[in-house]
């Protein structure tokens, strides 16, 4: 079956722009998660979706970050204003267990 | 603040022998920890876990040991091939918590 799709895969933006990245999960899963993944850095946890209750936004590095999850499925993560150090490779994933994390392949970030 | 270290960035090491990955861990609530691997331009793709209620967990070619006392865990990989260069990450949870805390990822070389 397919697997999670993240959209644009590759993303060049210029520093002060909105952009929105978009997560398609796996059909069925209820659990959604954003990490990013910035040079020489581990998978760092921005926030986690788990069927209607309210998402766990502990990890998003400013109030510039906000997500949202629509009837239960599509993700989109926007970052406005974006600075240089936004640049990272964002990566999102699902769960049917909330134990096994599937990924998709995340999506570039380069703000110029 | 790491609560999940992996000190070696890079490993190589020849066709047929052995790759020993090691982490470590600072959070003494972690209970359960999955290695993950990743190709380049790839999501990570869960590779194995183990329970804190063991010590040893063993799949095909790949085992995780597990060292409470010590706070360090590791992956075996025996023989190594090839196709297991990639970046490998190991990561831990606290019971029920969903999140998934990473390590920075070891880079594994497998020479022919």
């Known amino acids: 079956g397919a697997g999670v799709s993240q959209s644009p895969s590759n993303k060049v933006t210029e520093k002060g722009k909105d952009v929105e990245l978009r997560c398609d999960p796996i059909?069925?899963?209820?659990?959604l998660y954003w990490y990013r993944q910035s040079l020489g850095q581990g998978l760092e946890f921005l926030i986690y979706f788990q069927g209607n209750s309210a998402p766990d936004k502990s990890g998003l590095p400013s109030d510039r970050f906000s997500a949202e999850r629509t009837g239960g499925s599509v993700s989109t993560l926007t970052i406005q204003r974006t600075q240089q150090e936004d640049s990272a490779v964002y990566l999102c994933?699902?769960?049917?267990?909330?134990?096994?994390?599937?990924f998709g392949n995340g999506t570039r970030l380069t703000v110029t | 603040d790491q609560q999940v270290k992996q000190n070696s960035p890079s490993l190589s090491v020849q066709e047929g022998r052995i790759s020993i990955l090691n982490c470590d861990y600072t959070?003494?609530?972690?209970?359960?920890f999955l290695w993950y691997k990743k190709y380049p331009a790839e999501g990570p793709t869960f590779l194995i876990s183990i329970s804190s209620i063991k010590d040893k967990n063993e799949d095909g070619r790949f085992t995780v040991f597990l060292n409470k006392s010590a706070k360090h865990l590791s992956l075996h990989i025996v023989p190594s091939q090839p196709g297991d260069s990639a970046v490998y990450f190991c990561?831990?949870?606290?019971?029920?918590?969903?999140?998934?805390?990473f390590g920075k990822g070891t880079l594994l070389t497998v020479n022919p």
């Open positions: 994933a699902s769960s049917s267990d909330g134990w096994t994390l599937h």
């Open positions: 959070n003494s609530m972690f209970d359960y």
């Open positions: 059909s069925g899963h209820t659990a």
């Open positions: 990561a831990a949870r606290r019971g029920s918590n969903y999140k998934l805390t």
